[in-house]
């Protein structure tokens, strides 16, 4: 047995105890978590700027109060959605843990809420 490999051998062990690295089309509970926050938060976008747009009658949203408050709950998802997992991701942006998802989840659910806040004023002034 020479030098070298007596020297190897620990290494070796360590890096294959090491734990595999996320796949890139895994999906992984903060990868799906970061997604469905993400999409809660684009609809609340998207009903909000429905509502801030035109009046609620002219789209089929129903009425603005209804358009505001479903922007904002939407909103509140996607925000508190995120939150959570950034708040449990392990590693950093990259990791395959979904930080970098939620990062952008937390961002458009609070956008979506604004503009919800925003629906729900121009509906009391209006209505």
């Known amino acids: 047995m020479s030098v070298a490999s007596v020297l190897?051998?620990?290494a070796?062990?360590?890096?294959?105890?090491?734990?595999?690295?996320?796949?890139?089309?895994?999906v992984?509970?903060?990868?799906?978590?970061?997604?469905?926050?993400a999409l809660a938060g684009l609809a609340g976008?998207?009903?909000?700027?429905?509502?801030?747009a035109r009046s609620a009658g002219r789209i089929g949203i129903g009425s603005e109060r209804s358009g505001a408050i479903v922007t904002l709950v939407a909103g509140l998802?996607?925000?508190?959605l995120g939150g959570l997992v950034v708040a449990t991701s392990d590693g950093g942006v990259g990791t395959g843990n979904g930080l970098g998802g939620a990062i952008?989840?937390?961002?458009?659910?609070?956008?979506?809420?604004?503009l919800g806040a925003l629906a729900l004023a121009r509906s009391r002034r209006t209505g």
């Not at 992984?28 to 970061?34: I, N, Q």
């Not at 976008?45 to 801030?52: A, F, K, P």
């Not at 952008?104 to 604004?114: E, R, S």
């Open 8 to 10: 190897a051998a620990p």
């Open 77 to 80: 998802i996607g925000l508190a």
């Open 45 to 52: 976008l998207v009903v909000g700027g429905l509502v801030l």
């Open 104 to 114: 952008v989840a937390v961002v458009v659910g609070l956008t979506a809420m604004v």
């Open 28 to 37: 992984s509970s903060g990868r799906l978590g970061a997604a469905v926050a």
């Open 12 to 26: 070796v062990a360590h890096i294959s105890a090491q734990p595999a690295a996320a796949r890139v089309y895994a």
